[in-house]
């Protein structure tokens, strides 16, 4: 199965989060003090919320289809590739308390698309922990 992910930055979790609740009717998956993540299967998604800002200014972080193995990401990438996209790609990457490898291109309009595929849960955010308090 393949998810829409789509991560947004916010400056006030808690309220972040108590919405998303009530708009999902669904507890988070993950929840830490930095950070939130529902998986979703009505929509499909990995919607993700954090207080950190990877890729953007705020509101939309980024969005990315998050895949069930290393081939149909390997796919994806050969794809955008052989569009003559400008890709970055990352292996065994720790973040958003999962490792991943992952490929990021922009779109026309500059929006940071991510494709990836988890292996494993992690501790960190960032190498940096973000034990819910």
């Known amino acids: 199965m393949k998810r829409l992910h789509v991560h947004i930055k916010v400056e006030d979790l808690a309220q ?3 919405f998303y609740k ?3 009717d669904a507890e988070p998956t993950v929840e830490k003090a930095d950070y939130a993540k529902w998986m979703l299967d009505a929509p499909a998604v990995n919607f993700a919320l954090s207080t950190k800002n990877c890729c953007g200014s705020g509101g939309i972080n980024h969005i990315g289809i998050q895949t069930d193995s290393r081939d149909d990401l390997d796919s994806i990438t050969d794809r955008l590739k052989a569009a003559g996209k400008s890709v970055f790609e990352e292996e065994q990457k720790t973040c958003c ?3 991943s490898d992952k490929t990021w ?3 026309p309009a500059g929006v940071k698309w991510e494709t990836f595929v988890s292996h ?3 501790s960190t955010y960032y190498g940096v922990s973000g034990a819910k308090t």
């Open 97 to 99: 308390y999962a490792v």
């Open 120 to 122: 494993s849960p992690s």
């Open 16 to 18: 972040s989060v108590t």
């Open 105 to 107: 291109v922009e779109d």
């Open 22 to 24: 009530t708009l999902f």
